[in-house]
């Protein structure tokens, strides 16, 4: 355990002094990229812990990414058109303040993730996986074929959202604020890891039988860990939009899906790290590949096929070492 | 609303339906038999279509590009199966699920780099363009008709294939107990590369005859796979039966509920609005078709116990 845990010491430091070096030295392009990083981080610790913990491989989680990007379009333009989202039969208006559209994105997530886990989990293995793509299309149909907020052309937020306190549309103030978001939702999965609830839900994914033998309820194990899971990406879904102050149907896509099992997987599942070092590859290879070649995807492709035929346990399985069980 | 157009929309639908079913015949067997879960069948789609347009292009000729469909898909097909799909069987779903995801990367953006990022056109033969008078006087495009043929006249092949054949026997065998017939002497790696290269030839094959009347583009597989992934989810995986009604229940309700929802809420909505709402919620109509079965069935209208 211990190179596990100076290897996450090490990420962290690294996520951190990376961007600091980069305000220091005026290179708000290297902020961007690691707040990205932090974002995609985010998005792929809430997959981890369906996928990780819970062995529930969800091919469709670009919905509570996207539905966690419009919760933010949808609030930010009716405040930015000064028009309430709707009057009858209460007044809600648009809102331009960040916890609050955290607050809103997690629930509107969550409540959807709820709902796709109701029907979906009845299914178990391959079915999952189909069930779970199917419905993210469905997201993603709908976004396009709904005009009201931009359709296909997606919604442009003009001015980031504001932190009480602090200057958003400055880089490293942004990142700070993901990078702060980031260790809260890891520390909170690092626990939620170890209680009860977190070894029931691993004792499910290894054998659910014999945990239902105890008299616990597997059904509604998965069915909390897919609404936790759901919430945290759109989470990162919210902070996504605001990072490009743009939302379009494009994060609904089922390419979005797949990139953000990419994330879990190239850093190594069920690694309370892996999403964050996974990202971070993620997005080198996107800089440094994607300068070389606009064909990029291919040598991803070449490498994520090596990862998954040699090296399973991802980059951490790589240096740490294989420590953790897999079943 | 008339008669003859509500007419020509269900055999659109159907013509959609049997489309379909060529994609999810292929990944439904490949499961079946395999256990394996095939992200890149659309991709095997798209190599089907992009070869059927280059020949085209090439001869002129529409016959010898359906050809050139199936011959590059099942060759694209069994390149893949011996190369990576062979090492993904007795892996679990989540590998399955990465390593064809890799793939597509491959195969698209490979195919972006060969032939650029512009779609592609193919020509509907001049044989088989141009309308045709169904009794009662309905109007219907010879080509699309020719296709819900085509399919039709597959399924009835795979059906015979399977119940008549050795080799369908042994694709049924494989599907009961893969480890028996290997034991009985069956090359099962060889059967394994067989059927795998048939599911590819069935997708590429249904890539060219619908890139006639779409366009050939990178990306047009994925939409695909995933209807065919509700096909599978409503008939019941490894159900051929179940594939064909399953495909051809999904191409009648986009269809009709594209053409119907409008004009349904048209009868007490504003005209605009009345296309807003039921266009998208036609959109999400199938999707919400296969909710409904998996509240009732959740394995799927045919299919046996989940595994």
Same mark, same amino acid.
């Not at chain 2, 892996?91 to 491959?106: G, K, N, S, Y």
């Not at chain 2, 109007?139 to 015979?160: D, E, K, N, S, W």
């Given at each position: 355990?211990?190179?596990? *845990?100076?290897?996450?010491?090490?990420?962290? *430091?690294?996520?951190?002094?990376?961007?600091?070096?980069?305000? %220091?030295?005026?290179?708000?392009?290297?902020?961007?990229?690691?707040?990205?990083?932090?974002?995609?981080?985010?998005?792929?610790?809430?997959?981890?812990?369906?996928?990780?913990?819970?062995?529930?491989?969800?091919?469709?989680?670009?919905?509570?990414?996207?539905?966690?990007?419009?919760?933010?379009?949808?609030?930010?333009?009716?405040?930015?058109?000064?028009?309430?989202?709707?009057?009858?039969?209460?007044?809600?208006?648009?809102?331009?303040?960040?916890?609050?559209?955290?607050?809103?994105?997690?629930?509107?997530?969550?409540? *959807?993730?709820?709902?796709?886990?109701?029907?979906?989990?009845?299914?178990?293995?391959?079915?999952?996986?189909?069930?779970?793509?199917?419905?993210?299309?469905?997201?993603?149909?709908? =976004?396009?074929?709904?005009?009201?907020?931009?359709?296909?052309?997606?919604?442009?937020?003009?001015?980031?959202?504001?932190?009480?306190?602090?200057?958003?549309?400055?880089?490293?103030?942004?990142?700070?604020?993901?990078?702060?978001?980031?260790?809260?939702?890891?520390?909170?999965?690092?626990?939620?890891?170890?209680?009860?609830?977190?070894?029931?839900?691993?004792? =499910?994914?290894?054998?659910?039988?014999?945990?239902?033998?105890?008299?616990?309820?597997?059904?509604?194990?998965?069915?909390?860990?897919?609404?936790?899971?759901?919430?945290?990406?759109?989470?990162?879904? =919210?902070?996504?939009?605001?990072?490009?102050?743009?939302?379009?149907?494009?994060?609904?896509?089922?390419?979005? $899906?797949?990139? %953000?099992? &990419?994330?879990?997987?190239?850093?190594?599942? /069920?690694?309370?790290?892996?999403?964050?070092?996974?990202?971070?590859?993620?997005?080198?290879?996107?800089?440094? !590949?994607?300068?070389?070649?606009?064909?990029?995807?291919?040598?991803?492709? +070449?490498?994520?096929?090596?990862?998954?035929?040699?090296?399973?346990?991802?980059?951490?399985?790589?240096?740490?070492?294989?420590? +953790?069980?897999?079943? | 609303?008339?008669?003859? @157009?509500?007419?020509?929309?269900? @055999?659109?639908?159907?013509?959609?339906?049997?489309?379909?079913?060529?994609?999810?015949?292929?990944?439904?067997?490949?499961?079946?038999?395999?256990?394996?879960?095939?992200?890149?069948?659309?991709?095997?789609?798209?190599?089907?279509?992009?070869?059927?347009?280059?020949?085209?292009?090439?001869?002129?000729?529409?016959?010898?590009?359906?050809?050139? $469909?199936?011959?590059?898909?099942?060759?694209?097909? *069994?390149?893949?199966?011996?190369?990576?799909?062979?090492?993904?069987?007795?892996?679990?779903?989540?590998?399955?699920?990465?390593?064809?995801?890799?793939?597509?990367?491959?195969?698209?953006?490979?195919?972006?780099?060969?032939?650029?990022?512009?779609?592609?056109?193919?020509?509907?033969?001049?044989?088989?363009?141009?309308?045709?008078?169904?009794?009662?006087? %309905?109007?219907?495009?010879?080509?699309?008709?020719?296709?819900?043929?085509?399919?039709?006249?597959?399924?009835?092949?795979?059906?015979?294939?399977?119940?008549?054949?050795?080799?369908? &026997?042994?694709?049924?065998?494989?599907?009961?107990?893969?480890?028996?017939?290997?034991?009985?002497?069956?090359?099962?790696?060889?059967?394994?590369?067989?059927?795998?290269?048939?599911? =590819?030839?069935?997708?590429?094959? /249904?890539?060219?005859?619908?890139?006639?009347?779409?366009?050939?583009?990178?990306?047009?597989?994925?939409?695909?796979?995933?209807?065919?992934?509700?096909?599978?989810?409503?008939?019941? &995986?490894?159900?051929?039966?179940?594939?064909?009604?399953?495909?051809?229940?999904?191409? !009648?309700?986009?269809?009709?509920?594209?053409?119907?929802?409008?004009?349904?809420?048209?009868?007490?909505?504003?005209?605009?609005?009345?296309?807003?709402?039921?266009?998208?919620?036609?959109?999400?109509?199938?999707?919400?078709?296969?909710?409904?079965?998996?509240?009732?069935?959740?394995?799927?209208?045919?299919?046996?116990?989940?595994?």
């Amino acid at each position: 355990m211990r190179r596990e *845990a100076l290897f996450n010491i090490a990420l962290s *430091a690294l996520l951190l002094g990376v961007p600091l070096w980069a305000w %220091i030295a005026d290179e708000p392009y290297i902020i961007t990229l690691a707040t990205r990083v932090a974002i995609f981080a985010l998005a792929g610790v809430g997959l981890n812990l369906a996928l990780g913990l819970g062995g529930l491989v969800s091919l469709g989680h670009a919905a509570f990414f996207g539905i966690g990007g419009y919760a933010m379009g949808i609030l930010a333009s009716h405040a930015q058109s000064y028009s309430p989202i709707m009057e009858v039969p209460f007044l809600i208006q648009g809102t331009k303040s960040m916890p609050l559209i955290w607050l809103v994105a997690m629930l509107s997530s969550a409540f *959807a993730a709820f709902m796709i886990g109701l029907l979906s989990l009845r299914t178990t293995g391959v079915y999952f996986i189909m069930v779970t793509l199917a419905f993210g299309q469905m997201f993603y149909y709908f =976004a396009i074929s709904w005009p009201a907020y931009g359709g296909e052309d997606g919604l442009s937020i003009y001015v980031r959202n504001g932190f009480p306190g602090l200057n958003t549309l400055d880089p490293i103030q942004f990142f700070a604020i993901c990078y702060v978001l980031l260790g809260l939702v890891l520390f909170f999965s690092a626990r939620l890891a170890r209680s009860s609830f977190g070894l029931a839900l691993s004792g =499910a994914r290894q054998n659910a039988e014999r945990v239902q033998t105890v008299g616990i309820d597997t059904f509604r194990l998965r069915l909390v860990a897919f609404t936790l899971s759901g919430a945290i990406t759109g989470l990162a879904g =919210a902070l996504f939009a605001d990072l490009n102050r743009f939302v379009s149907p494009t994060m609904f896509t089922w390419q979005t $899906s797949g990139e %953000i099992m &990419i994330f879990v997987i190239l850093g190594g599942v /069920s690694r309370l790290y892996g999403p964050v070092a996974g990202a971070a590859l993620f997005i080198l290879l996107e800089y440094v !590949l994607g300068g070389l070649s606009e064909f990029w995807h291919i040598y991803l492709g +070449v490498l994520l096929l090596l990862v998954v035929l040699f090296a399973r346990g991802g980059l951490i399985g790589v240096l740490a070492g294989r420590e +953790v069980a897999h079943d | 609303m008339s008669f003859i @157009l509500f007419i020509e929309q269900v @055999l659109n639908g159907i013509q959609f339906g049997v489309m379909l079913f060529l994609m999810a015949a292929g990944l439904t067997l490949i499961f079946g038999v395999m256990g394996l879960i095939n992200l890149a069948h659309g991709s095997l789609y798209m190599v089907g279509a992009f070869a059927a347009a280059a020949v085209a292009k090439l001869t002129g000729s529409f016959l010898l590009a359906l050809v050139a $469909s199936l011959g590059a898909a099942a060759a694209a097909g *069994a390149l893949v199966e011996l190369l990576v799909i062979r090492r993904l069987y007795d892996r679990d779903h989540l590998d399955q699920v990465l390593a064809t995801f890799a793939l597509i990367l491959i195969f698209s953006e490979g195919t972006r780099w060969i032939f650029g990022s512009f779609p592609l056109f193919l020509d509907v033969p001049e044989l088989l363009s141009g309308p045709v008078t169904l009794p009662g006087g %309905i109007q219907y495009p010879l080509y699309r008709l020719t296709l819900i043929m085509i399919g039709l006249a597959v399924a009835a092949g795979l059906f015979l294939l399977i119940s008549r054949t050795r080799i369908g &026997i042994r694709i049924r065998a494989g599907e009961n107990d893969r480890e028996m017939i290997a034991a009985l002497g069956v090359d099962i790696s060889k059967l394994y590369t067989v059927i795998f290269a048939l599911g =590819a030839a069935l997708a590429g094959f /249904s890539g060219a005859l619908v890139g006639a009347i779409q366009s050939v583009q990178v990306g047009m597989g994925e939409p695909v796979l995933i209807l065919a992934f509700v096909v599978i989810v409503i008939g019941g &995986i490894g159900s051929i039966k179940g594939a064909l009604i399953a495909a051809i229940l999904v191409g !009648l309700t986009d269809t009709l509920g594209r053409f119907l929802l409008p004009v349904f809420f048209n009868t007490f909505m504003a005209s605009s609005d009345a296309t807003t709402v039921g266009s998208a919620l036609a959109s999400m109509l199938i999707y919400i078709l296969m909710a409904g079965v998996l509240l009732f069935k959740p394995s799927g209208l045919f299919g046996e116990k989940q595994g």
